[in-house]
């Protein structure tokens, strides 16, 4: 059964840090995996989908790379700033269905001005 | 572009009362939908998803239900409301392999309703 992990689930540091979100996943036979970004009270923002057969993706300041054997995601963020404070959250997809997109609980990241 | 929509954005009934919170999808055809569950310091929780009209799959036992009554409309409804299903409802949308887009394609999400059960 794939599980899904992030840890922190909670995070701060000051402005300007450079900052690695790490994402797990037990079972390495996904077919993509997302990131996603969500303020308090809000829906999920897609920041990144990366596929099976790619190492990385990166949009802006954001890159996100995949290591498939080891099981690991990390997204890191550049130069940080207050408005990059939510709570990202990883997502794998293991199959074809709908019902084999399995999310992690997120961390929570605070940027201190 | 594509949006997606829901309402209401919050919601508070008391235990035993119905649930319809409703979900559209514009600027694509043929989305596939799902309706996700987010607890308070959770993960999301699939619910449910379609592929098309009148297509729905159920991923937990519960006393919610879904419908799609058009190509992009999703309605989760619920007879009678429990205490449990206080929590925020996600609904979202990714292209659909019958329109030509691969399976594994990104998910979109909407605003979300919070709902809160007393």
């Known amino acids: 059964k794939q599980e899904v992990t992030q840890i922190p689930a909670a995070l701060s540091v000051p402005e300007g840090e450079n900052l690695v979100l790490n994402c797990s996943f037990t079972d390495s036979a996904i077919y993509n995996l997302q990131w996603f970004r969500q303020d308090p009270g809000k829906g999920l923002t897609s920041l990144l989908l990366?596929?099976?057969?790619?190492r990385e993706q990166t949009s802006g300041r954001l890159n996100a790379s995949l290591d498939k054997s080891s099981g690991r995601s990390t997204l890191y963020i550049a130069a940080s700033q207050p408005g990059d404070s939510a709570t990202y959250l990883c997502a794998v997809r293991t199959g074809s269905s709908a019902s084999k997109i399995i999310f992690g609980s997120g961390t929570r990241l605070s940027i201190r001005p | 572009s594509q949006t997606i929509h829901q309402w209401p954005a919050t919601l508070v009934q008391p235990v035993g009362s119905p649930l319809s919170l409703e979900c559209t999808v514009e600027g694509t055809s043929n989305p596939n939908l799902y309706w996700y569950r987010q607890a308070a310091g959770r993960g999301l929780q699939l619910l449910f998803y379609s592929v098309g009209i009148g297509q729905i799959s159920s991923e937990v036992p519960q006393n919610l239900s879904a419908s799609r009554p058009q190509d992009r409309q999703f309605i989760l409804s619920s007879k009678k409301l429990l205490l449990s299903d206080s929590g925020f409802y996600l609904c979202?949308?990714?292209?659909?392999?019958?329109?030509?887009?691969?399976?594994?394609?990104?998910?979109?999400f909407g605003p979300g309703t919070r709902l809160t059960v007393l």
């Open positions: 979202a949308w990714s292209p659909s392999e019958l329109a030509g887009a691969p399976f594994n394609n990104e998910q979109f």
């Open positions: 990366i596929q099976s057969s790619q």
